[in-house]
Protein backbone atom coordinates (compact mmCIF):
# COMPACT_ATOMS: atom_id res chain seq x y z
CA UNK A 1 0.00 0.00 0.00
CA UNK A 2 1.37 3.12 -0.44
CA UNK A 3 0.26 5.58 1.60
CA UNK A 4 2.83 7.98 1.01
CA UNK A 5 3.27 8.15 -2.29
CA UNK A 6 1.58 10.25 -5.01
CA UNK A 7 -1.89 9.14 -6.50
CA UNK A 8 -2.29 9.71 -9.98
CA UNK A 9 -3.15 13.10 -10.13
CA UNK A 10 -0.43 14.07 -7.78
CA UNK A 11 -1.81 13.88 -4.67
CA UNK A 12 -0.34 13.32 -1.26
CA UNK A 13 -3.28 13.37 1.11
CA UNK A 14 -4.24 16.40 0.71
CA UNK A 15 -1.27 18.15 -0.66
CA UNK A 16 0.03 18.18 -4.22
CA UNK A 17 -2.07 18.66 -7.67
CA UNK A 18 -0.54 21.09 -10.55
CA UNK A 19 -2.33 24.32 -9.87
CA UNK A 20 -0.75 26.27 -13.23
CA UNK A 21 -2.18 28.89 -15.23
CA UNK A 22 -4.05 27.75 -17.81
CA UNK A 23 -0.91 28.47 -20.53
CA UNK A 24 0.94 26.36 -18.90
CA UNK A 25 -1.12 22.90 -19.34
CA UNK A 26 0.53 21.47 -22.33
CA UNK A 27 3.89 21.55 -21.20
CA UNK A 28 3.38 19.66 -18.11
CA UNK A 29 1.05 17.35 -19.30
CA UNK A 30 3.31 16.26 -22.15
CA UNK A 31 5.70 15.73 -18.95
CA UNK A 32 3.14 13.95 -16.92
CA UNK A 33 1.83 11.81 -19.84
CA UNK A 34 5.23 10.29 -20.45
CA UNK A 35 7.44 10.58 -17.39
CA UNK A 36 6.65 7.08 -16.04
CA UNK A 37 6.70 5.33 -19.15
CA UNK A 38 9.81 6.77 -20.20
CA UNK A 39 11.58 6.05 -16.34
CA UNK A 40 10.71 2.42 -16.97
CA UNK A 41 12.18 2.22 -20.38
CA UNK A 42 15.29 -0.45 -19.96
CA UNK A 43 17.83 2.03 -22.25
CA UNK A 44 16.54 4.79 -20.25
CA UNK A 45 17.53 3.26 -17.10
CA UNK A 46 21.03 1.92 -18.61
CA UNK A 47 21.91 5.27 -19.11
CA UNK A 48 20.75 6.80 -15.87
CA UNK A 49 22.69 4.15 -14.05
CA UNK A 50 25.78 4.65 -16.05
CA UNK A 51 26.04 8.20 -15.65
CA UNK A 52 25.21 8.07 -11.88
CA UNK A 53 27.98 5.51 -11.58
CA UNK A 54 30.89 6.98 -14.01
CA UNK A 55 30.05 10.50 -14.15
CA UNK A 56 28.18 11.15 -10.35
CA UNK A 57 30.15 8.27 -8.93
CA UNK A 58 27.81 6.21 -7.07
CA UNK A 59 27.17 3.85 -5.09
CA UNK A 60 27.76 6.82 -2.43
CA UNK A 61 29.71 5.40 0.92
CA UNK A 62 27.29 4.26 3.44
CA UNK A 63 30.07 5.53 6.25
CA UNK A 64 29.84 4.07 10.11
CA UNK A 65 30.63 7.30 11.66
CA UNK A 66 32.22 5.87 14.83
CA UNK A 67 33.45 8.85 17.26
CA UNK A 68 30.00 10.45 16.20
CA UNK A 69 28.36 7.19 17.28
CA UNK A 70 30.21 6.78 20.63
CA UNK A 71 29.39 10.44 21.33
CA UNK A 72 25.69 10.05 21.29
CA UNK A 73 25.28 6.59 21.96
CA UNK A 74 24.15 5.18 19.03
CA UNK A 75 24.86 3.42 15.79
CA UNK A 76 24.99 6.22 13.30
CA UNK A 77 25.96 5.89 9.67
CA UNK A 78 25.98 8.66 6.86
CA UNK A 79 25.37 8.34 3.19
CA UNK A 80 28.09 10.11 1.79
CA UNK A 81 25.96 12.42 -0.87
CA UNK A 82 28.52 14.65 -0.34
CA UNK A 83 30.92 12.87 -2.21
CA UNK A 84 28.28 13.28 -5.50
CA UNK A 85 30.08 14.82 -8.65
CA UNK A 86 29.47 18.72 -7.79
CA UNK A 87 29.27 17.91 -3.98
CA UNK A 88 25.64 17.51 -2.66
CA UNK A 89 22.83 15.24 -3.90
CA UNK A 90 21.32 17.50 -6.88
CA UNK A 91 23.03 16.22 -9.45
CA UNK A 92 20.73 12.88 -9.08
CA UNK A 93 17.98 14.62 -10.54
CA UNK A 94 19.62 17.26 -12.93
CA UNK A 95 21.26 13.95 -14.36
CA UNK A 96 17.55 12.24 -14.85
CA UNK A 97 15.60 14.95 -15.58
CA UNK A 98 18.21 15.77 -18.32
CA UNK A 99 17.78 12.08 -20.08
CA UNK A 100 14.18 12.38 -19.94
CA UNK A 101 14.19 16.19 -21.63
CA UNK A 102 16.33 14.18 -24.19
CA UNK A 103 13.81 12.17 -24.50
CA UNK A 104 10.74 14.54 -25.01
CA UNK A 105 12.90 15.62 -27.92
CA UNK A 106 13.81 18.65 -26.10
CA UNK A 107 17.07 21.20 -26.89
CA UNK A 108 16.87 23.86 -24.51
CA UNK A 109 16.78 23.70 -21.00
CA UNK A 110 15.56 26.40 -18.74
CA UNK A 111 16.08 26.73 -14.61
CA UNK A 112 15.56 28.62 -12.00
CA UNK A 113 18.10 29.34 -9.12
CA UNK A 114 17.82 30.73 -5.50
CA UNK A 115 21.78 29.79 -3.99
CA UNK A 116 23.04 29.04 -7.01
CA UNK A 117 23.62 25.09 -5.96
CA UNK A 118 20.29 23.72 -8.17
CA UNK A 119 21.56 26.13 -11.61
CA UNK A 120 25.11 24.13 -11.14
CA UNK A 121 24.06 21.33 -10.84
CA UNK A 122 21.67 22.46 -14.13
CA UNK A 123 24.47 23.83 -16.15
CA UNK A 124 26.67 20.86 -15.51
CA UNK A 125 24.18 18.44 -16.77
CA UNK A 126 23.99 20.62 -19.91
CA UNK A 127 27.28 20.86 -20.69
CA UNK A 128 27.60 17.04 -20.18
CA UNK A 129 24.96 16.65 -22.61
CA UNK A 130 25.89 19.62 -25.16
CA UNK A 131 22.35 21.52 -24.64
CA UNK A 132 21.21 25.03 -24.63
CA UNK A 133 21.06 26.31 -21.07
CA UNK A 134 19.80 28.91 -19.10
CA UNK A 135 19.16 29.63 -15.71
CA UNK A 136 16.68 32.42 -13.64
CA UNK A 137 18.52 33.90 -10.90
CA UNK A 138 17.04 36.94 -8.91
CA UNK A 139 19.17 40.10 -9.24
CA UNK A 140 19.52 39.92 -5.64
CA UNK A 141 20.78 36.37 -5.79
CA UNK A 142 23.33 37.18 -8.19
CA UNK A 143 25.15 39.29 -6.24
CA UNK A 144 24.88 37.61 -3.23
CA UNK A 145 26.22 34.28 -4.81
CA UNK A 146 28.94 35.48 -7.42
CA UNK A 147 30.95 32.09 -7.09
CA UNK A 148 27.84 29.68 -8.21
CA UNK A 149 27.36 32.47 -11.22
CA UNK A 150 30.94 32.17 -12.29
CA UNK A 151 30.68 28.61 -12.23
CA UNK A 152 27.49 28.59 -14.18
CA UNK A 153 29.39 30.58 -16.72
CA UNK A 154 32.18 28.55 -17.06
CA UNK A 155 30.24 25.77 -17.68
CA UNK A 156 28.41 27.09 -20.74
CA UNK A 157 25.32 28.64 -19.17
CA UNK A 158 23.43 32.08 -19.85
CA UNK A 159 22.27 33.25 -15.93
CA UNK A 160 19.51 35.95 -16.82
CA UNK A 161 18.72 37.77 -13.92
CA UNK A 162 14.96 38.44 -12.84
CA UNK A 163 14.54 41.96 -11.62
CA UNK A 164 11.03 42.32 -10.18
CA UNK A 165 9.41 41.82 -6.83
CA UNK A 166 12.00 41.01 -3.96
CA UNK A 167 14.46 39.44 -6.77
CA UNK A 168 15.27 36.93 -5.75
CA UNK A 169 14.11 33.26 -5.58
CA UNK A 170 10.17 33.45 -6.52
CA UNK A 171 10.99 36.44 -9.07
CA UNK A 172 13.30 34.14 -11.03
CA UNK A 173 10.99 30.59 -10.46
CA UNK A 174 7.77 33.61 -12.36
CA UNK A 175 10.36 34.38 -15.05
CA UNK A 176 11.34 30.83 -15.84
CA UNK A 177 7.82 29.53 -15.81
CA UNK A 178 6.77 32.58 -18.33
CA UNK A 179 9.97 31.32 -20.82
CA UNK A 180 8.13 27.84 -20.51
CA UNK A 181 4.83 29.21 -21.60
CA UNK A 182 6.37 31.15 -24.57
CA UNK A 183 9.17 27.84 -25.65
CA UNK A 184 6.66 24.81 -25.17
CA UNK A 185 8.07 22.70 -27.83
CA UNK A 186 11.80 22.88 -27.27
CA UNK A 187 11.85 23.45 -23.99
CA UNK A 188 12.32 21.27 -20.71
CA UNK A 189 12.46 23.01 -17.28
CA UNK A 190 14.74 21.10 -15.11
CA UNK A 191 13.17 21.90 -11.39
CA UNK A 192 15.49 21.76 -8.30
CA UNK A 193 13.66 19.88 -6.20
CA UNK A 194 10.43 17.46 -4.67
CA UNK A 195 8.33 21.05 -5.88
CA UNK A 196 6.44 22.30 -8.39
CA UNK A 197 2.77 20.86 -10.10
CA UNK A 198 2.69 17.08 -10.70
CA UNK A 199 4.79 15.45 -11.74
CA UNK A 200 7.36 17.41 -10.63
CA UNK A 201 7.59 16.22 -7.02
CA UNK A 202 6.93 12.67 -8.02
CA UNK A 203 9.56 12.39 -10.78
CA UNK A 204 12.23 14.00 -8.57
CA UNK A 205 11.23 12.01 -5.98
CA UNK A 206 11.92 8.79 -8.35
CA UNK A 207 14.99 10.25 -9.03
CA UNK A 208 16.62 10.88 -6.14
CA UNK A 209 15.27 7.29 -5.11
CA UNK A 210 18.64 6.36 -5.65
CA UNK A 211 19.83 6.92 -1.92
CA UNK A 212 17.40 4.74 -0.25
CA UNK A 213 17.51 2.16 -2.77
CA UNK A 214 21.76 1.91 -2.00
CA UNK A 215 21.40 2.67 1.83
CA UNK A 216 19.26 -0.95 1.52
CA UNK A 217 21.69 -3.07 0.24
CA UNK A 218 24.68 -1.32 2.07
CA UNK A 219 23.23 -1.68 5.16
CA UNK A 220 22.17 -5.16 4.48
CA UNK A 221 25.96 -6.10 3.92
CA UNK A 222 27.22 -3.83 7.27
CA UNK A 223 24.35 -4.68 9.90
CA UNK A 224 22.47 -7.86 8.09
CA UNK A 225 19.56 -5.97 7.73
CA UNK A 226 18.02 -3.26 5.27
CA UNK A 227 16.37 -1.43 7.59
CA UNK A 228 17.36 0.79 10.10
CA UNK A 229 16.03 2.26 13.29
CA UNK A 230 15.74 6.45 11.57
CA UNK A 231 16.70 7.68 8.66
CA UNK A 232 17.34 11.42 9.01
CA UNK A 233 17.33 14.54 6.64
CA UNK A 234 17.44 18.16 6.58
CA UNK A 235 14.32 19.87 4.20
CA UNK A 236 14.60 22.76 2.30
CA UNK A 237 12.65 21.47 -0.70
CA UNK A 238 12.41 18.33 0.14
CA UNK A 239 14.37 16.51 -2.10
CA UNK A 240 17.11 14.95 -0.40
CA UNK A 241 14.69 13.83 2.16
CA UNK A 242 12.11 12.29 -0.34
CA UNK A 243 14.93 10.21 -1.50
CA UNK A 244 16.39 9.21 1.60
CA UNK A 245 12.86 8.13 3.28
CA UNK A 246 11.36 7.18 0.02
CA UNK A 247 11.88 3.21 -0.07
CA UNK A 248 11.04 3.53 4.13
CA UNK A 249 7.84 5.36 3.08
CA UNK A 250 5.39 2.53 3.36
CA UNK A 251 7.72 0.60 6.12
CA UNK A 252 6.51 2.01 9.77
CA UNK A 253 9.28 0.15 11.57
CA UNK A 254 11.86 2.71 10.25
CA UNK A 255 11.24 6.14 11.99
CA UNK A 256 11.51 9.07 9.40
CA UNK A 257 13.15 12.35 11.02
CA UNK A 258 13.19 15.64 8.67
CA UNK A 259 14.96 18.59 10.30
CA UNK A 260 13.80 22.29 8.97
CA UNK A 261 15.76 25.58 9.83
CA UNK A 262 14.25 27.70 12.65
CA UNK A 263 16.69 30.32 11.55
CA UNK A 264 16.89 32.64 14.18
CA UNK A 265 13.88 30.62 16.25
CA UNK A 266 10.65 29.61 14.96
CA UNK A 267 8.89 31.98 16.29
CA UNK A 268 11.75 35.10 15.87
CA UNK A 269 10.09 36.34 12.40
CA UNK A 270 13.18 34.93 10.81
CA UNK A 271 12.57 31.22 10.16
CA UNK A 272 12.46 28.72 7.33
CA UNK A 273 10.55 26.34 9.17
CA UNK A 274 7.61 25.89 7.02
CA UNK A 275 6.09 22.76 8.88
CA UNK A 276 5.79 24.73 12.14
CA UNK A 277 4.78 27.87 10.57
CA UNK A 278 3.40 27.05 7.30
CA UNK A 279 -0.18 27.09 6.47
CA UNK A 280 -2.05 25.60 3.33
CA UNK A 281 -1.49 27.94 0.46
CA UNK A 282 -0.74 27.27 -2.98
CA UNK A 283 3.13 27.78 -4.15
CA UNK A 284 4.92 27.22 -7.48
CA UNK A 285 1.29 24.98 -8.85
CA UNK A 286 1.29 22.56 -5.89
CA UNK A 287 -1.21 22.35 -2.94
CA UNK A 288 1.19 22.46 0.17
CA UNK A 289 2.41 24.33 3.39
CA UNK A 290 3.72 27.55 3.25
CA UNK A 291 4.97 30.11 5.00
CA UNK A 292 2.50 33.25 4.52
CA UNK A 293 0.90 36.16 5.59
CA UNK A 294 -3.02 36.43 7.04
CA UNK A 295 -4.12 37.35 3.21
CA UNK A 296 -1.92 34.82 1.62
CA UNK A 297 1.33 36.57 0.95
CA UNK A 298 4.29 34.61 0.78
CA UNK A 299 6.33 35.61 3.59
CA UNK A 300 10.02 35.94 3.22
CA UNK A 301 11.79 33.11 4.56
CA UNK A 302 15.05 33.13 6.68
CA UNK A 303 17.95 30.67 7.36
CA UNK A 304 21.94 30.82 7.79
CA UNK A 305 21.51 28.36 5.00
CA UNK A 306 20.82 29.32 1.09
CA UNK A 307 19.44 25.87 0.70
CA UNK A 308 17.02 25.70 3.24
CA UNK A 309 15.81 29.33 2.48
CA UNK A 310 12.55 28.42 1.36
CA UNK A 311 8.80 29.16 2.30
CA UNK A 312 7.27 25.94 1.33
CA UNK A 313 8.02 22.70 1.63
CA UNK A 314 7.37 19.58 -1.30
CA UNK A 315 3.85 18.18 -0.67
CA UNK A 316 5.15 14.67 0.40
CA UNK A 317 6.65 16.07 2.98
CA UNK A 318 3.60 18.50 4.10
CA UNK A 319 1.80 15.18 4.19
CA UNK A 320 4.42 13.45 5.96
CA UNK A 321 3.59 16.25 8.81
CA UNK A 322 0.34 16.08 8.60
CA UNK A 323 -0.19 12.32 8.77
CA UNK A 324 2.47 12.59 11.82
CA UNK A 325 4.78 9.88 9.59
CA UNK A 326 7.82 11.85 9.67
CA UNK A 327 8.81 13.83 13.27
CA UNK A 328 9.87 17.54 12.17
CA UNK A 329 12.22 18.98 14.04
CA UNK A 330 13.21 22.68 13.42
CA UNK A 331 16.86 23.54 14.17
CA UNK A 332 18.57 27.10 14.53
CA UNK A 333 21.31 28.59 12.45
CA UNK A 334 23.27 28.50 15.91
CA UNK A 335 22.95 25.09 16.69
CA UNK A 336 23.68 24.11 12.96
CA UNK A 337 26.46 25.70 13.43
CA UNK A 338 28.15 24.05 16.27
CA UNK A 339 26.69 20.57 15.01
CA UNK A 340 28.77 21.23 11.84
CA UNK A 341 32.21 22.15 13.56
CA UNK A 342 31.13 19.17 15.87
CA UNK A 343 31.17 16.65 13.07
CA UNK A 344 34.46 18.49 11.23
CA UNK A 345 36.07 17.33 14.47
CA UNK A 346 34.96 14.10 15.32
CA UNK A 347 34.88 12.53 11.69
CA UNK A 348 37.14 15.21 9.48
CA UNK A 349 33.96 15.73 7.35
CA UNK A 350 32.71 19.70 6.75
CA UNK A 351 29.20 19.24 5.71
CA UNK A 352 26.85 22.30 4.01
CA UNK A 353 24.99 23.98 6.43
CA UNK A 354 21.71 22.46 4.95
CA UNK A 355 22.92 19.41 6.39
CA UNK A 356 24.63 20.53 9.24
CA UNK A 357 21.05 21.26 10.54
CA UNK A 358 20.33 17.25 10.64
CA UNK A 359 23.50 16.83 12.83
CA UNK A 360 21.96 18.98 15.85
CA UNK A 361 19.34 16.56 16.30
CA UNK A 362 20.99 15.06 18.93
CA UNK A 363 20.19 17.80 21.29
CA UNK A 364 16.93 16.89 20.71
CA UNK A 365 15.71 13.41 20.59
CA UNK A 366 17.70 10.70 22.16
CA UNK A 367 18.25 7.34 20.91
CA UNK A 368 18.35 3.66 22.81
CA UNK A 369 22.43 2.53 22.17
CA UNK A 370 21.20 -0.10 19.92
CA UNK A 371 19.57 1.97 17.59
CA UNK A 372 20.55 2.41 14.05
CA UNK A 373 20.39 6.07 12.03
CA UNK A 374 21.39 6.31 8.98
CA UNK A 375 21.85 10.36 8.51
CA UNK A 376 21.99 11.70 4.70
CA UNK A 377 25.30 13.91 4.25
CA UNK A 378 23.66 15.80 1.46
CA UNK A 379 26.39 18.10 0.67
CA UNK A 380 30.04 19.49 1.16
CA UNK A 381 30.58 22.80 3.28
CA UNK A 382 32.94 24.07 0.80
CA UNK A 383 30.82 26.43 -0.34
CA UNK A 384 30.07 27.67 2.84
CA UNK A 385 33.51 28.37 3.99
CA UNK A 386 33.20 31.74 4.04
CA UNK A 387 30.01 31.37 6.00
CA UNK A 388 31.67 29.85 8.83
CA UNK A 389 34.87 31.55 8.66
CA UNK A 390 32.63 34.63 9.34
CA UNK A 391 30.44 32.44 12.26
CA UNK A 392 33.36 31.36 14.00
CA UNK A 393 35.81 34.15 12.97
CA UNK A 394 38.52 31.27 11.62
C1 LIG B 1 19.91 22.35 -2.00
C2 LIG B 1 20.42 21.62 -0.82
C3 LIG B 1 19.55 21.17 0.21
C4 LIG B 1 18.09 21.50 0.23
O1 LIG B 1 17.35 21.01 -0.84
P1 LIG B 1 16.39 19.74 -0.71
O2 LIG B 1 15.61 19.75 -1.97
O3 LIG B 1 15.55 19.95 0.50
O4 LIG B 1 17.25 18.55 -0.57
C5 LIG B 1 20.10 20.44 1.24
N1 LIG B 1 21.42 20.17 1.30
C6 LIG B 1 22.27 20.59 0.35
C7 LIG B 1 23.72 20.26 0.48
C8 LIG B 1 21.81 21.33 -0.74
O5 LIG B 1 22.67 21.75 -1.67
Given amino acids: MNRYQADERGYYG??????????????TEELRQNYLRIMGEPDFQEEFRQLLRDYVGRPTPLYFAKRLSEKFKARIYLKREDLCH????KVNNTIGQILMAKKLGKSRIIAETGAGQHGVATATVCALMGMECIVYMGEVDIARQAPNVARMKMLGAEVRPARSGSRTLKDATNEAIRDWINNPVNTHYIIGSVVGPHPYPDMVARFQAVISEEIKWQLKE????EDPDYVVACVGGGSNAAGTYYHYLDNEQVGIIAVEAAGKGVDSGESAATSALGKVGIIHGSKTLLMQTGD????????????????????????????????FIAITDDEAMA???????????IPAIETSHAFAIFDHRTFKPDDIIVINLSGRGDKDLQTYIDYFKL
Fill in 14 to 27: EFGGAFIPEMLYPN
Fill in 86 to 89: TGAH
Fill in 222 to 225: KEGK
Fill in 296 to 327: GQITEPYSISAGLDYPGVGPMHAHLYKSGRAD
Fill in 339 to 349: AGLMVSQLEGI
